[in-house]
């Protein structure tokens, strides 16, 4: 029974000393309303734990930022290395096209077509030796067409139809799967004038 009093006389207290609390604590946030108050105080390691966890974010953070941008410029500089190698074989190639070049005209000149016709055994005709046949049915060489009529050409548009596509209609199509502009009109002619 004794312990019974006791527990009851603690539990009153501990009321009592909340209650007592409890105005002091509001009359605190009357004074500073957004200010919270900790009930007890961080052990020691627990902060230096915190602070140690932080720091080590921040290494790593950095250490990322620092290695992509490590990666970065090296693969620029390898891209720049490429570049110069490629353009020096560039010039290199320029050079021998250049020279065969000039290989070839020097072998084709007429001078030099003359006497190497005369050594594979050819030899200059008079226009009155020469006699032509009419072959019946023959009608010669068809001529090559290579460019299209005039008049027929198709007007094709300067801009393709995906790059006549807003960003907004392009999210709508790649989120909502509706057909996107450029899939379900037709080109249109050149921006800025008219057909002919």
Do not use: C
Request: proline share 7%; hydrophobic share 40%.
């Amino acid at each position: 029974m004794d312990e019974t009093n006791r527990w009851n006389e603690t539990m009153m207290q501990s009321k009592k000393n909340r209650s007592s609390g409890s105005t002091s604590a509001r009359s605190m946030s009357a004074s500073a309303p957004n200010r919270m108050v900790q009930a007890y105080r961080q052990a020691p390691w627990r902060l230096q734990t915190q602070r140690g966890v932080l720091l080590l974010i921040v290494a790593i953070l950095g250490a990322s930022v620092l290695w992509v941008m490590v990666s970065v410029t090296v693969q620029a500089a390898a891209a720049g290395l490429k570049i110069q190698e490629l353009e020096k074989e560039q010039e290199k190639l320029q050079r021998e096209i250049a020279g065969l070049r000039t290989q070839i005209a020097m072998q084709t000149t007429a001078e030099q077509m003359k006497k190497r016709a005369e050594e594979l055994g050819f030899m200059t005709v008079d226009p009155a030796d020469i006699t032509y046949m009419v072959v019946p049915g023959y009608k010669g060489r068809e001529p090559e067409i290579q460019a299209p009529p005039p008049g027929s050409t198709i007007q094709q548009s300067l801009v393709k139809p995906a790059y006549t596509q807003s960003l907004w209609e392009w999210l709508l199509a790649g989120v909502m799967g509706l057909p996107s502009r450029s899939t379900s009109e037709p080109a249109r002619g050149p921006v800025g004038g008219s057909p002919p």
